[in-house]
């Protein structure tokens, strides 16, 4: 085999079909690995099986996403391309570890929580008791925020947002519920202490709008408030602004 794989009579039968082998002196070999398989390779043999599945996966995700990039709608499309990008990146990323390295990689993290002395390793909440709990958000957290409604949930999310921003870091957040001059009408309400309704009514003080010059940090905030909302659209959109802009935290309000 030039490509360096198992020689067996599975893969060899696997190679004959691949090339519509038929009624040949090699025939034979075909019907005899459709009864006998050798146990010794049973690895080269599921990568056959999983290389046929993802190629199926492939042409009918290629499919769709031509259906719709021709006669629907060519940014579901691409969102869906995305998807499948997503996918393939997920598929070739080894997340497999033996206990050996995900005790190293325990270890590691202990000791440069011992060496921090007692500063934040996570994304800073606002919220001192909070960052003592959770030692700030860490990498891969899910948080929910989960209340009934006109509870408060959105002031909160954008307390963390504006934590986040001061602190350093850059936030992609994705609004499902208010446009992004909604959304910044209330961060500037929470960081310049003036009454939200103020705002929308103009009513403001003298000096706000010299205050608002000292907001650099809003550089680092990426509002996606595009309308129809979905998780693959999100899911596409935060994977990008983490590859080109390296946001650190993901906000996401509501699904």
């Given amino acids: ?29 075909y019907q005899i690995s459709q009864y006998q398989a050798d146990t010794h390779n ?16 492939a042409m009918d995700k290629a499919q769709s996403i031509y259906s719709k990039g021709s006669t629907g709608d060519p940014f579901e499309a691409m969102y869906e391309a995305a998807e499948l990008a997503d996918t393939i990146a997920g598929i070739q990323k080894n997340t497999i570890k033996t206990g050996f390295q995900v005790l190293s990689d325990t270890l590691a993290k202990i000791e ?29 957290d899910l948080i929910i925020l989960a209340a009934r409604p006109s509870i408060g949930k959105t002031a909160m999310a954008l307390q963390f947002i504006l934590s986040a921003l001061k602190s350093g870091e850059k936030v992609y957040f994705a609004s499902a519920e208010m446009s992004a001059t909604s959304i910044m009408e209330r961060l500037l ?8 309704d103020n705002i929308r009514k103009g009513n403001v003080s003298d000096d706000f709008y010299s205050k608002t010059y000292e907001l650099d940090f809003l550089k680092n905030l990426f509002i996606d408030d595009a ?17 080109l802009n390296n946001v650190s ?4 309000d509501y699904l």
């Fill in 249 to 252: 935290l993901v906000v996401v």
């Fill in 112 to 140: 440069a929580i011992a060496k921090n002395d007692g500063a934040l390793l996570g994304v800073t909440t606002g919220f001192d008791k909070l960052d003592f709990m959770t030692n700030g958000w860490q990498k891969s």
């Fill in 42 to 57: 049973v690895e080269k043999h599921s990568y056959l099986v999983k290389e046929k599945y993802f190629g199926r996966l």
């Fill in 189 to 196: 309400s929470l960081e310049l202490s003036e009454r939200h």
């Fill in 1 to 29: 085999n030039n490509k360096g794989g198992v020689f067996d009579i599975i893969g060899l039968a696997d190679k004959l079909k691949s090339q519509d082998a038929k009624e040949s002196a090699t025939d034979w070999i």
């Fill in 227 to 243: 309308s129809g909302q979905t998780t693959a659209k999100i899911r596409a959109t935060a994977r990008r602004y983490k590859r």
